[in-house]
């Protein structure tokens, strides 16, 4: 069975432009989470997405958004970048949404540098 | 709110020896479970170890093994007969039923000698 995929691996883009990363699940998982990873902060939370609907959302700027399509596929969003923006982002996708029972299985993430 | 704390920035361990990468958290929930995730260069973030906290019995997979206080709040990663494929960032991570996301430590980056 496929791991989670994400594309494209590596990004460059300049100040103000915006992004779009993509995210396929293990088939049959039907949620996906985002999280961004940098040095200086960790790994935090973005969102979470379950049937196509965002069931929880970190403390980010509505500069970042996503949305799940029905084959529970994901797309993050970025728009007006910042050079705080450079970052790892990982998804992760789970049979249901993440609890104590649905394991979250990670993709190997998009680096994403903004100049 | 939920934190989880890893207090070594970084590890060394030579090959074939044992280490012990520490991880304390603080909750108020009773039904939660503790992850070490594993993240070599590759990025890829790889599930190496989970316990429920409701177990009293260590959880173990092969080479790797936890020690989990509850009382204390601790969850300890133990690897035994380390191997230079063991060199990467270990994140300690908590869920819960009312979290519904993964709440990340700040990593231990372990490198193996030969």
């Known amino acids: 069975k496929a791991g989670v995929t994400q594309t494209p691996r590596y990004l460059i883009k300049t100040r103000g432009q915006q992004v779009t990363l993509s995210c396929s699940p293990i088939s049959g998982h039907r949620s996906v989470s985002w999280y961004q990873q940098t040095p200086g902060q960790g790994l935090q939370f973005l969102f979470e997405?379950?049937?196509?609907?965002?069931?929880n959302k970190g403390n980010f700027p509505g500069r970042f958004s996503g949305r799940q399509f029905s084959n529970s596929r994901s797309e993050m969003n970025v728009s007006t970048l910042e050079l705080g923006d450079s970052a790892l982002y990982l998804c992760?996708?789970?049979?249901?949404?993440?609890?104590?029972?649905?394991?979250?299985?990670f993709g190997a993430g998009t680096r994403l540098s903004v100049l | 709110a939920q934190t989880v704390t890893q207090s070594q920035p970084e590890m060394s361990v030579q090959e074939a020896e044992t280490v012990t990468l520490s991880c304390t958290y603080d909750?108020?929930?009773?039904?939660?479970?503790l992850f070490w995730y594993k993240q070599p260069p590759s990025r890829q973030m790889i599930l190496v170890i989970r316990?429920?906290?409701?177990?009293?019995q260590n959880a173990t997979e092969n080479r790797f093994s936890v020690n989990f206080q509850k009382a204390a709040k601790s969850f300890s990663l133990k690897i035994s007969d380390s191997q230079l494929g063991d060199t990467a960032m270990y994140f300690c991570?908590?869920?819960?039923?009312?979290?519904?996301?993964?709440?990340f430590g700040t990593g231990t980056r372990l490198q193996v000698f030969p």
């Open positions: 991570a908590f869920i819960s039923s009312n979290t519904d996301k993964l709440i």
């Open positions: 997405y379950f049937s196509e609907t965002q069931r």
């Open positions: 316990q429920e906290a409701y177990k009293q």
């Open positions: 909750t108020s929930e009773s039904n939660y479970y």
């Open positions: 992760a996708s789970s049979l249901g949404p993440p609890n104590t029972k649905n394991i979250q299985y």
